[in-house]
C-alpha cells in the first residue's frame, strides 16, 4: 500500500538553530513530493514542492527540503529556526498520474525562544 | 486573488442530521479536493473533482458525497451523521486534475461537530 511517514511526532528546536522535520514515502514510480503547514485553526498552506531536477528544493519562509531517490526520503529543513515556525508539518506525495494525495500524519514543530 | 473560501466555518449538529459544506476555489482553478482532517486520523482525502466530474474518492462511505457546478464551485454532503465525523473539513484547489504535479491550495476548513 501506498503511504507517506512522518516518523516525528512532535521536534522541538531552539531558536537559531537548523531543524529538521523527517518524511519518508512508499509510492511506486517517482512521485510529486510537496511540504506543507498548518497553523493553528486555518487550512494548510504550501511551503515547497519537488517534480524533477535538482533535489535540494527552495520554497517559502527560508525553507527547503532535500529529495533522496535512494532512500525515498523528502527532509524538510531550515538553517536557523524561528518561534514563529511552530506549526504543524504535513508532508505529501502525489503518484506521477494519480488523482489521489496521500498525506503524512503531520510533524509538530516546536521552536523555543 | 482571493484565496479558497469555505462555507460555513463552524457548523454543530446532532447525530442523523445531514449536513452541506460549500467550497470556492481560487478563480482559474478547475480541480476541488475534499479532505478529513481528525486527531486521530490525520488528513484522509475524500474526494476530487475536475470540471463537474468526480475524478477520484477515497476511502468513505456512500454517506458522504459531493458535486462540482459548472463554475467549479464544490459542494459537500454528509447524510445520516454520526459521531465521527466530527472533524475539520479541508477542501482544497488547484488549476488541473492533480496529475501535473499542481500544487493544491487550502481554505480554512469548515470545523463539524456532531453531537
Known amino acids: 500500500a501506498q503511504s507517506v511517514a512522518q516518523p516525528e511526532d512532535q521536534v522541538n528546536v531552539a531558536e537559531g538553530n537548523p531543524l529538521t522535520v523527517k518524511c519518508t514515502y512508499s509510492v511506486s514510480g517517482n512521485p510529486y513530493l510537496f511540504w506543507y503547514v498548518q497553523y493553528p485553526n486555518r487550512g494548510l498552506q504550501f511551503l515547497l514542492k519537488y517534480i524533477t531536477g535538482d533535489n535540494l528544493v527552495k520554497g517559502s519562509y527560508g525553507f527547503e527540503a532535500e529529495f533522496n531517490k535512494s532512500q525515498t526520503s523528502f527532509h524538510l529543513k531550515k538553517p536557523s529556526a524561528l518561534v514563529s515556525d511552530s506549526a504543524l508539518y504535513f508532508c505529501?506525495?502525489?503518484?506521477?498520474?494519480?488523482?489521489?494525495?496521500?498525506f503524512g500524519a503531520g510533524t509538530r514543530l516546536f521552536v523555543k525562544a | 486573488k482571493a484565496g479558497v473560501t469555505q462555507t460555513p466555518r463552524y457548523l454543530i449538529k446532532t447525530r442523523g442530521q445531514q449536513v452541506t459544506l460549500s467550497c470556492s476555489p481560487i478563480s482559474g482553478h478547475r480541480s476541488v479536493s475534499w479532505y478529513q482532517q481528525t486527531p486521530g486520523q490525520g488528513l484522509q482525502f475524500l474526494f476530487e473533482y475536475f470540471s463537474e466530474t468526480q475524478r477520484n474518492k477515497g476511502n468513505f462511505p456512500g454517506r458522504f458525497s459531493g458535486r462540482q457546478f459548472s463554475n467549479s464551485r464544490s459542494e459537500m454532503n454528509v447524510s445520516t451523521l454520526e459521531l465521527g465525523d466530527s472533524a475539520l473539513y479541508l477542501c482544497?484547489?488547484?488549476?488541473?486534475?492533480?496529475?501535473?504535479?499542481?500544487?493544491?491550495?487550502f481554505g480554512p476548513g469548515t470545523r463539524l461537530l456532531v453531537l
Open positions: 505529501a506525495v502525489t503518484p506521477r498520474g494519480g488523482f489521489k494525495t496521500i
Open positions: 482544497a484547489s488547484s488549476t488541473t486534475s492533480g496529475r501535473t504535479g499542481e500544487t493544491q491550495y
